[in-house]
């Protein structure tokens, strides 16, 4: 990304509504995404190419299908939605965009929510493309509850979001990103179960890498496509739904306690 300027949506007469003046914006980050091909293509490709090697490491005892899609999720919430969001926050910062936005009528949450749009809309389209390539490759397996996937996936977009606000006070630069979001890329990935199951670990470690902000949403993922918790039980209806209770429980815990400290350190401009 780089840190172009972002146009300020101009007054109305009458004063735009809320809805209007997101749309706004969000806009016209989505057409400085689309200008910058390259912010595209790495975008697209980085998260695909690691769903790609996924079944080197085997798919267990879950169909293929549906370990591409837990993938595809937390790969593609990790490496597009967290990571990008990073680096837009902070070449917008930078480049003094969000300073100026401040001055208009829109508020704060309605700028970093309209800055996070486009990014949100590739975030679907790339999940909407994997499981159209599940289907086509004849893996698609009916979930045991399709709301959950598709709660878990909201609840990680929103989750990924605040941790990039979050991430970017301690992000002096859009290059330097490539270490500051490292804890979350790295750690967060390793340990959320998409490698290999959490059983596998030491309990206490396995306990540990639970509540890490990834891993609930791989948990929710998992267990509404394949009706297995995350350490191999079988459940359904209701148990199903007592057993997302902790993973729900652990992602509203992360949105709540990232979300106050962007409210108490986010920064609007940069240090000088």
């Known amino acids: ?115 996070a749009v486009p990014t949100l809309l590739v975030t679907a389209v790339q999940l909407a493309v994997v499981a159209v390539g599940v289907v086509v490759l004849g893996e698609w397996r009916a979930p045991v509850d399709p709301v959950l996937p598709v709660l878990a996936v909201l609840l990680g977009a929103v989750l990924m979001a605040v941790l990039a606000t979050l991430s970017s006070v301690w992000t002096r630069t859009p290059e330097s990103a490539q270490v500051t979001t490292l804890p979350v890329v790295l750690g967060a990935t390793a340990l959320s179960g998409v490698f290999f199951p959490l059983v596998a670990l030491p309990e206490a470690l396995a306990t540990g890498a639970r509540l890490l902000p990834l891993t609930p949403v791989v948990e929710l993922v998992q267990l509404g496509l394949t009706g297995r918790t995350w350490d191999g039980e079988a459940v359904a209806g209701a148990e199903l739904w007592w057993a997302a209770l902790v993973p729900l429980a652990v992602a509203a815990a992360w949105v709540v306690l990232a979300g106050v400290a962007s409210l108490r350190w986010f920064r609007w401009a940069p240090k000088r």
């Open 1 to 115: 990304m780089t840190a172009t300027a972002v146009p300020v949506p101009t007054a109305v007469p009458g004063g735009p509504s809320r809805l209007r003046r997101v749309g706004a914006l969000a806009g016209a980050e989505t057409r400085l995404l689309l200008r910058n091909r390259t912010a595209v293509v790495n975008s697209v490709l980085s998260p695909l190419l690691l769903v790609a090697l996924v079944p080197l490491f085997g798919a267990g005892d879950a169909p293929l299908g549906q370990t591409l899609l837990v993938s595809a999720t937390a790969f593609t919430l990790v490496f597009l939605t967290y990571y990008n969001l990073v680096v837009t926050y902070v070449a917008r910062r930078e480049a003094l965009v969000l300073q100026r936005m401040r001055t208009g009528e829109l508020t704060d949450g309605e700028v970093l929510a309209a800055t």
